[in-house]
């Protein structure tokens, strides 16, 4: 229970635009430059997830397929719920498009979580 809670602040934070995603938009920076995904790592994001001022960016991440305001908000799915279960499906590149040259889902994954994988 007490990691689930932690997710709910988790999520709760970047719902409402601040805080949390900083690490994460930090990272990817501002400016043509892309942005983190928060569930699975990848740095491809054309917008930021969240923002305080336009909400949702209801882009969905071509590495994992989560979709940010469709996937948290209306079907309740934690950021860290559909990391476990994309980590557990095998980690597979989840768009039609084609993944980068070189992409390899334990280095994004561990440049977001900070673990070895
Ligand atoms: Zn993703």
């Known amino acids: 229970m007490r990691s689930r809670r932690g ?3 988790i999520d709760a934070a970047w719902i409402g635009g601040v ?3 900083e ?3 930090g990272a ?3 400016g043509g430059t892309p942005f983190r995904c928060p569930v699975c790592g990848y740095l491809g994001l ?3 997830p ?3 001022e336009s909400g949702a960016s209801y882009e969905i991440c071509p590495s994992c397929g989560f979709e940010f305001g469709v996937t948290d908000v209306d079907r309740g799915i ?3 719920q559909r990391r476990r279960e994309w980590i557990a499906a095998g ?3 989840w768009s039609r498009r084609r993944p980068p040259p070189g992409w390899d889902p334990r280095v994004q994954l561990r440049e977001l979580t900070g673990e070895p994988s």
């Open 50 to 52: 969240w923002t305080e």
């Open 28 to 30: 990817a920076g501002r």
């Open 91 to 93: 980690m597979r590149w």
């Open 46 to 48: 054309d917008e930021a």
């Open 7 to 9: 997710t709910a602040r």
């Open 19 to 21: 805080r949390t995603g």
């Open 23 to 25: 690490a994460w938009i």
């Open 78 to 80: 934690s950021y860290e």
